[in-house]
């Protein structure tokens, strides 16, 4: 490819100055060059990594889960057990976790500061647990809820030592995809992530012959 003399190395002939090799070879920029500064690629690799999963794949769908659904769930003093709200949630859970068949999920159960930790952190556990068997029960395959772990007393909404409902709660979170690949999706990333939106915006069907076919 032949090198187009630029203007400072036109300036530096004319000028009779002398140039070092080195500094000649720096004066010898691709048409161009100096504006792009190669971060025109940048966007293109952007789209890349987010098409293929591996830009914030899981951030991105874990802010959707917790915008669109409730992810908590609370519970009586000392109890595992699931009121009416608490079924009526996790139900809009188990609705939204099935669009995404691709995608695993995580029960994290919390207490009060009521009682000791080591106590709390078991109450925690079978919290999340009794989450589990309900997501389960509407469907979700068992081995999409990611290992169930329990914070106990650790992580409190509010920091009190009194009884505190908002501090007996379960979270639910999106922890990644079900293959450990996050190849899994393989440029599909908007036809997963926005499954809803594409869904929708299918033509239901069409008119032939004065009749309307599906």
Same mark, same amino acid.
């Given at each position: 490819?032949?090198?187009?003399?630029?203007?400072?190395?036109?300036?530096?002939?004319?000028?009779?100055?002398?140039?070092?090799?080195?500094?000649?070879?720096?004066?010898?920029?691709?048409? !161009?060059?100096?504006?792009?500064? !190669?971060? %025109?690629?940048?966007?293109?690799?952007?789209?890349?990594?987010?098409?293929?999963?591996? *830009?914030?794949?899981?951030?991105?769908?874990? @802010? @959707?889960?917790?915008?669109? =659904?409730?992810?908590?769930?609370?519970?009586?003093?000392?109890?595992?057990?699931?009121?009416?709200?608490?079924?009526? =949630?996790?139900?809009?859970?188990?609705?939204?976790?099935?669009?995404?068949?691709?995608? @695993?999920?995580? /029960?994290?159960?919390?207490?009060?500061?009521? !009682?000791?930790?080591?106590?709390?952190?078991?109450?925690?556990? @079978?919290?999340?647990?009794?989450?589990?068997? %309900?997501?389960?029960?509407?469907? =979700?395959?068992?081995?999409?809820?990611?290992?169930?772990?329990?914070?106990?007393?650790?992580?409190?909404?509010?920091?009190?030592?009194?009884?505190?409902?908002?501090?007996?709660?379960? /979270?639910?979170?999106?922890?990644?995809?079900?293959?450990?690949?996050?190849?899994?999706?393989?440029?599909?990333?908007?036809?997963?992530?926005?499954? *809803?939106?594409?869904?929708?915006?299918?033509?239901?069907?069409?008119?032939?012959?004065?009749? =309307?076919?599906?």
């Amino acid at each position: 490819m032949k090198k187009l003399m630029t203007t400072a190395m036109a300036a530096a002939l004319l000028a009779g100055c002398s140039t070092t090799s080195d500094e000649y070879a720096r004066l010898q920029y691709e048409a !161009g060059a100096v504006i792009d500064n !190669g971060q %025109f690629g940048n966007a293109t690799m952007n789209n890349v990594m987010v098409q293929s999963a591996q *830009e914030d794949y899981r951030v991105n769908l874990a @802010r @959707r889960f917790a915008s669109e =659904i409730e992810s908590t769930v609370t519970f009586e003093f000392n109890s595992t057990e699931l009121d009416a709200n608490a079924r009526q =949630i996790l139900s809009l859970q188990a609705d939204w976790i099935r669009q995404f068949p691709e995608v @695993r999920f995580k /029960v994290y159960g919390h207490t009060d500061l009521v !009682g000791s930790q080591a106590y709390n952190r078991r109450l925690g556990l @079978r919290r999340a647990q009794k989450v589990v068997a %309900f997501l389960t029960a509407q469907g =979700i395959d068992r081995s999409r809820l990611e290992a169930v772990a329990s914070f106990g007393e650790t992580q409190p909404l509010v920091a009190t030592n009194d009884r505190e409902r908002r501090n007996r709660r379960t /979270v639910t979170e999106v922890s990644g995809f079900v293959a450990s690949d996050p190849m899994v999706i393989e440029g599909k990333y908007a036809q997963v992530i926005y499954r *809803e939106y594409i869904t929708s915006a299918t033509r239901v069907g069409a008119i032939e012959g004065g009749g =309307i076919s599906e």
